[in-house]
């Protein structure tokens, strides 16, 4: 069950595609200042998003904006390998990360809590399938160890979950402040 109407969810949708256009490596909008929202796209797509189907097609813009950067936008395909399938379980896990926090979502300050602890979770978990299918498959390290891999990981974490929990952040304000503005609506109803 999905906390907004169909055409609410249409324009979260469109919204969050938009977010991912321009945040997204290096492509014809090339706003690099932002860092990418493809994470918490993820994320948000599956606590707002009611279809299981809008999982494939941000799959598919992932990747549709990928192919365009490497090829017409002429980034460098350094991480086109054969671990960008790792992506897939990446992003369904910060998928299924939102639909799970919706539905134990109710606006009250346990929320907080909850959120806390699913962006610090997930993170982990899709940083262990994005990081680590990329350290132990793309075939770019050379004698790749456990050691090294943990330390890489302890590095990136923290950079993954400001950038998650950045976006997330903007997303709960928003949140919050529709609610009020309804509640608030609401109660001039009533007077």
């Known amino acids: 069950m999905s906390l907004l109407s ?4 249409l324009i979260v949708a469109a919204l969050l595609a938009f977010l991912m256009v321009m945040t997204r490596g290096h492509h014809f909008a090339d706003i690099n200042v932002l860092p990418s929202a493809s994470w918490a796209v993820f994320l948000l797509a599956g606590f707002y998003l009611a279809s299981k189907l809008w999982f494939p097609a941000f799959l598919g813009l992932a990747v549709v904006l990928d192919l365009m950067s490497v090829y017409i936008g002429g980034a460098s395909n350094f991480c086109v390998s054969p671990a960008y399938g790792f992506m897939l ?3 369904g896990s910060l998928w299924l990360a939102g639909r799970w926090f919706q539905s ?3 606006f009250n300050w346990t929320a ?3 959120l806390v602890m699913t962006l610090v979770t997930v993170t982990a ?3 262990l399938f994005s ?3 990329f350290y132990w498959f793309s075939g ?3 004698d790749p160890n456990m050691a090294e891999y943990l330390t890489r990981f302890v590095q990136s974490y923290p950079g993954n979950l400001s950038k998650l929990s950045f976006y997330i952040a903007i997303a709960a304000v928003i949140q919050i402040s529709f609610r009020f503005a309804n509640l608030s609506q609401r109660s001039n109803q009533l007077r």
Do not use: C, E, H, M
Not at 6 to 9: C, G, T, V
């Open 6 to 9: 169909q055409r609410q969810q």
């Open 89 to 91: 379980p990446a992003y």
């Open 140 to 142: 770019r390290y050379i």
């Open 125 to 127: 978990v899709a940083g």
């Open 131 to 133: 990081g680590g299918g």
């Open 112 to 114: 907080l809590f909850t």
């Open 104 to 106: 134990r979502y109710q």
